[in-house]
């Protein structure tokens, strides 16, 4: 391998290896717990999925930004957005630096621009990346039976992505799916209480 040695390959990939384990807020819809790695590898797969819609994007860019967004909660687990504060994102940030560490110097800093692009949210490849990730969450939680819901997200989920899909008419569509199911899925379980 050059310029990255088994060892050091193997070390990371041992460290990031808790993301397989580490559970998210959501279930899934089979009822088990959401895995980070499981959400990572969605966000990933819807933007090269939508690589055809997205017009003037470097996709290959955002699956990047994709692939790497959570690598920081193979250490600090995964903390709900609406939970979150800016001691935790200094922590994330941190675990961040110290994962990246172990890498070598030029892969290291290709990562560290990436995240640093992805923190300022301004070219639209950070943007879209953004919007994947808040629009999987929001996928994902009209996937789970509505009892895990916590109250906070009967809006949250017609919300969430929002602001982050403007611009980007096929994120936008998506977006607007998501809210009708959403809606439809609150309507059913508003149906069930009445008539249970």
């Given amino acids: 391998m050059d310029g990255f ?45 939508l690589k055809d819609e997205l017009g003037d994007i470097d996709i290959d860019r955002v699956i990047r930004m994709c692939l790497i967004h959570d690598i920081g909660e193979a250490v600090t687990g995964d903390i709900p957005t609406f939970e979150k504060n800016g001691g935790h994102e200094r922590t994330e940030r941190q675990a961040v630096e110290d994962l990246l560490g172990g890498l070598p110097g030029a892969l290291a800093e290709e ?9 300022a949210l301004e070219t639209k490849e ?39 899909v403007e611009g980007f008419p096929a994120l936008e569509a998506l977006q607007e799916e998501a809210v009708r199911r959403t809606k439809e899925k609150i309507a059913e379980e508003a149906s069930r209480r009445k008539d249970g």
């Avoid at 050091?8 to 959401?34: I, M, W, Y």
């Avoid at 990562?111 to 923190?119: C, D, G, N, W």
């Avoid at 999987?136 to 509505?146: K, L, R």
Wanted: proline share 2%.
């Fill in 5 to 49: 040695s088994a060892r050091q390959f193997t070390d990371f990939l041992n460290r990031v290896e808790k993301l397989k384990s580490v559970r998210r807020h959501c279930v899934t819809a089979d009822g088990e717990p959401e895995t980070v790695a499981a959400h990572t590898w969605r966000t990933a797969l819807m933007a090269y999925l």
């Fill in 111 to 119: 990562l560290k621009a990436l995240f640093a692009e992805m923190e």
């Fill in 126 to 164: 950070a943007k879209v990346y953004k919007a994947l990730d808040r629009l999987e969450a929001v996928i994902s939680h009209n996937e789970s039976d509505i009892s895990t819901w916590l109250p906070l997200e009967y809006e949250l989920q017609q919300t969430y992505a929002a602001r982050n």
